[in-house]
C-alpha cells in the first residue's frame, strides 16, 4: 500500500496496528514509543523488529539499559521468533559503545562530538549492513544524566533526517515518569515534537483489572485512528483490541 507521500509502507506485523495506522508505518518515518515503566514498550519494540526482520527487512535493535543477551533471554517466549534470523544476519542486537568504539559497559553520548560519533558510526552500520528498520531501546536513557538537553535535540533532528534520507522506518523508546499523565507529559517533550510518529502506552483502570492500552497520537504521511485500544502481551504478540466505554 503507497503511503501518502509515495514512501510506501513498513507493516509493523503487529495484529491490530497495522489498520489502525492504514498499512503501517510510512517508510522513513521516525516513531516515538512512550509510555509510563511495565506497558509493553519493549515488547512492541521487539515484535516490531522480529516481524520485520521475518519479513526480509534487516533490522538494527540498539539497546541502552540492558545487554543484548539479557534481552534476548526473553525472546525465545514469542512463538513468531527464530534464531535464525539473527544467524542469518536480518536481526541484529547491538550496545551503543559498538557504534561510539568505546569499550566500557553502556557508554553513552556525553557530549556534541559523541553525538556526531554515534551519528556517524550508525549511518556506517546502516548502509554497510542494508538496515531497513532501527529500534532505540530506550532513547530517552541515553541523555538521562545530561544537563544540555541540545545534545539530545542534535542528535534527534540527525535521526529523523537520516531515516528519511536512508529509508530507514525507526522506533525509539522513550519513558516517562510514572507520576505524570502520559499524554500530557509526552505533548511537552522534544521527542514528541520531532519525531513523526508517537504511539503513547497507559494504564487504564477498570474496576480490579489494570489494562494496559494503545493510542496513536500522531503519524506523519498517513490517516490513522486516534481512538485509545487494550493490549495483551502474550506468546502470538501483541493483541490489540477497542476500549469499550461502558462499564469503566
Known amino acids: 500500500m503507497a503511503g501518502d ?14 489498520p489502525i495506522l492504514g498499512g503501517g508505518f510510512p517508510r522513513g518515518n521516525m516513531v516515538l514509543v512512550t509510555g509510563v515503566p511495565g506497558v509493553g514498550k519493549t515488547s512492541l519494540s521487539l515484535e516490531f523488529a ?15 539499559i540492558e545487554r543484548p543477551e539479557k534481552l534476548l533471554a526473553s525472546v525465545p517466549d514469542f512463538e513468531f521468533f527464530r534464531s535464525e534470523l539473527i544467524d542469518d544476519g536480518l536481526l ?14 553502556f557508554g553513552r553520548p556525553e557530549s556534541r562530538e559523541d553525538v556526531l560519533r554515534f551519528s556517524e558510526g550508525l549511518s556506517k552500520y546502516i ?7 532501527l529500534v532505540i531501546d530506550s532513547y530517552s536513557a541515553m541523555f538521562h544524566a545530561l ?14 533526517e537520516m531515516m528519511y ?15 505524570a499523565t502520559p499524554d500530557l507529559a ?7 515534537i520531532i519525531a513523526d510518529g508517537v504511539i503513547v502506552l497507559g494504564n487504564h483502570q477498570r474496576r480490579s483489572d489494570l489494562l494496559r492500552t494503545l493510542q496513536v497520537l500522531k503519524m506523519k504521511g498517513t490517516s490513522h485512528s486516534r481512538s485509545k485500544y487494550v493490549i495483551d502481551l502474550t506468546s502470538c504478540g501483541i493483541l490489540i483490541t477497542p476500549l469499550l466505554r461502558g462499564g469503566a
Not at 544537563?147 to 529523523?160: A, N
Request: charged share 30%; net charge negative; proline share 2%.
Open 5 to 18: 507521500q509515495g514512501r510506501g509502507r513498513c507493516a509493523t506485523g503487529i495484529e491490530g496496528l497495522d
Open 50 to 64: 522480529i516481524r520485520g526482520a521475518a519479513a526480509g527487512d534487516r533490522t538494527l535493535y540498539i539497546t541502552t
Open 92 to 105: 541484529r542486537f547491538i550496545e551503543v559503545p559498538e557504534l561510539l568504539e568505546l569499550d566500557t559497559l
Open 127 to 133: 548502509d554497510e549492513n542494508g538496515i531497513s528498520r
Open 147 to 160: 544537563d544540555d538537553r541540545g545534545v539530545s535535540r542534535d542528535l534527534l533532528l540527525m535521526l529523523s
Open 165 to 179: 534520507r536512508k529509508g530507514c522506518t525507526a522506533v525509539l523508546v522513550a519513558d516517562v515518569e510514572p507520576s
Open 186 to 192: 509526552v505533548t511537552a517533550t522534544m521527542e514528541s
